[in-house]
C-alpha cells in the first residue's frame, strides 16, 4: 500500500523517537564531583515557566511529519530544529549555572542520555530536510557553517561556563589547542605518506594486473590487524633502528611517539586509496583513451590530461574515507606517546571521568566531520569539472 503523498514517515518516526526520549530518558546528571555518576534530572522537571514552549517544539516536529510536505514546512522543520539543539544546550546551561550557584564549586552537571539522544535525533531531522529541498552542497555547509556560529557565540559568551565539560575544558584550556595542533598534525603527516605510495601503487595496480595481485591480499591483512598490535609489532622494529642507527634516532624515529603512530595510520589508509585509485582509473572509457592516444599523446600525458580528471572523483572518494578513518584512529595513538586528543580521551577513561572522555571525544567528532565535508564538496567540484569531459 503506498503511503500518502502528504506523509513523511521519517520525520514522524523520529519526532516519536525524540518525545519519547525526552520524557524517558535522564536530560542532565547532577553529581557533587566528577567522578561521581550523580543523580538524574528529567527534562519535564527542569520546564518552568516560558520554559514550557521548549517542550513544544518536540511536538510540532513529530506532528509536522504528517503535513504535506512542502518547501515553507520543510525549511521551518529545519529552523525548528536548529533551534530546538541550541534550545536544549541552553536549557542545561541554565540549570549548571543553578546549581553552581547553589551548591559548592565542586558540584557538577553532566550532559544525560536524552540530551545526546535528542541531539543525534534532531540532527537527523535537519539533514532529512535538507535532503527533501534539495539543498545544494554550498546550502548545506553554509547550514553548517552558521550552526558553528551559534555554538562558539555561546560558548564564548561563558553562557555554558558551569557545565562539568566546560570546566575540565577550563583545567586544561592552556594546552587544548596544542593537543587538537598535534592530532592534525599525525592525521596530517599520515594522509600525506598515504597518498605518497598509495596513488602511485593504485596506478601501477591498474598498469599492471601482477602488481593488483600482489597488493591487495597484503593491504587487506594489513586491515584485519587491530591498531594494538600493529602498534605492538612496529615498536621493536623502530626501537632498534633509533639504537643502531643515531641518525634515525636524532630524526625523532623511535620505538613509541609520532613514528610508530603515522606509520601505522599510513599502512591503515593505503587500502582505501589504492581501491579508489584503481576504480577510477578503471572507470574511464577505453574510448577517450583511445581518442587520445590517436591523437599522439605519451602515456603520462593521457594520464594526466584524461585519465586522472575523470578518475578524480572516485580517487577523493578513496583519500576521504582514509583521512576520516585516520581522524579517528589517531586518537588510539595516545596509547603509544604520540599525544594528541586520545591522551585526554584516555585520561579520563583511566579516572572514571565521562566529562574529560568527552573533551576528548568531541573534538575528534567535529574532526571528522569537518574532514568529510570538505572531502565532499571536493568531489563535487570535481565531478562537476570532469562530467563534460566525459
Not at 519519547?20 to 519535564?44: H, K, T, Y
Not at 553562557?159 to 592525521?187: P, T
Not at 609489532?233 to 643515531?246: G, I, Y
Amino acid at each position: 500500500m503506498q503511503l500518502p503523498q502528504r506523509f513523511n514517515p521519517v520525520l514522524a518516526l523520529l519526532g516519536a523517537l525524540l518525545v519519547l526520549a525526552l520524557v524517558a530518558l535522564p536530560f542532565v546528571r547532577v553529581a557533587p564531583n566528577r567522578l561521581v555518576s550523580g543523580q538524574a534530572v528529567g527534562f519535564l522537571s527542569l520546564l518552568a515557566g516560558p520554559a514550557w514552549l521548549l517542550a513544544g517544539l518536540p511536538c510540532v516536529l513529530l506532528l509536522a511529519g504528517f503535513i504535506r510536505q512542502r518547501r515553507a514546512a520543510l525549511a521551518l522543520v529545519l529552523v525548528m530544529s536548529v533551534v530546538l539543539v541550541f534550545s536544549l544546550l541552553g536549557l542545561a546551561a541554565s540549570h549548571a549555572r543553578a546549581v553552581s550557584q547553589a551548591e559548592v564549586s565542586l558540584a557538577r552537571v553532566s550532559f544525560g542520555a536524552a540530551f545526546w539522544v535528542a541531539v543525534v535525533l534532531t540532527a537527523l531531522i535537519a539533514s532529512d530536510a535538507l535532503q527533501r529541498l534539495h539543498a545544494t552542497p554550498f546550502q548545506k555547509a553554509a547550514t553548517g557553517f552558521g550552526m558553528v556560529l551559534m555554538l562558539y557565540a555561546m560558548l564564548a559568551s561563558g553562557w555554558c561556563d558551569d557545565l562539568s565539560i566546560m570546566k575540565e575544558y577550563a583545567n586544561r584550556a592552556d594546552g587544548f589547542a596544542a593537543v587538537v595542533a598535534r592530532h592534525m598534525q599525525i592525521v596530517g603527516l599520515a594522509i600525506a605518506f598515504t597518498l605518497t605510495i598509495g596513488l602511485p601503487l593504485g596506478w601501477a595496480a591498474h598498469a599492471n594486473s601482477k602488481v593488483s595481485s600482489a597488493a591487495f591480499p597484503v593491504l587487506n591483512v594489513v586491515q584485519t590487524i587491530p591498531s594494538i598490535a600493529l602498534f605492538g609489532l612496529l615498536m621493536a622494529p623502530l626501537a632498534w633502528l633509533a639504537a643502531s642507527w643515531p641518525v634515525v634516532g636524532a630524526a625523532g624515529i623511535s620505538g613509541v611517539g609520532l613514528a610508530p603512530a603515522v606509520i601505522a595510520l599510513t599502512l591503515y589508509g593505503l587500502l582505501p586509496v589504492v581501491r579508489g585509485t584503481l576504480t577510477g582509473l578503471q572507470q574511464v572509457s577505453h574510448a577517450q583513451i583511445d581518442a587520445a592516444r590517436a591523437l599522439g599523446l605519451k602515456p603520462l600525458a593521457v594520464l594526466r590530461h584524461i585519465a586522472a580528471p575523470l578518475a578524480l572523483p572516485v580517487v577523493l572518494g578513496g583519500v576521504r574515507t582514509a583521512a576520516v578513518a585516520a581522524v579517528g584512529l589517531a586518537a588510539v595513538t595516545a596509547l603509544i606517546g604520540a599525544g594528541g586528543l586520545g591522551s585526554i580521551m584516555f585520561e579520563g577513561l583511566f579516572s572514571n571521568a565521562q566529562d574529560v572522555v568527552l573533551l576528548g571525544v568531541l573534538p575528534i567528532v567535529a574532526l571528522g566531520v569537518l574532514v568529510d565535508g570538505v572531502f565532499r564538496v571536493l568531489i563535487n567540484l570535481a565531478a562537476g569539472q570532469a562530467r563534460p569531459q566525459a
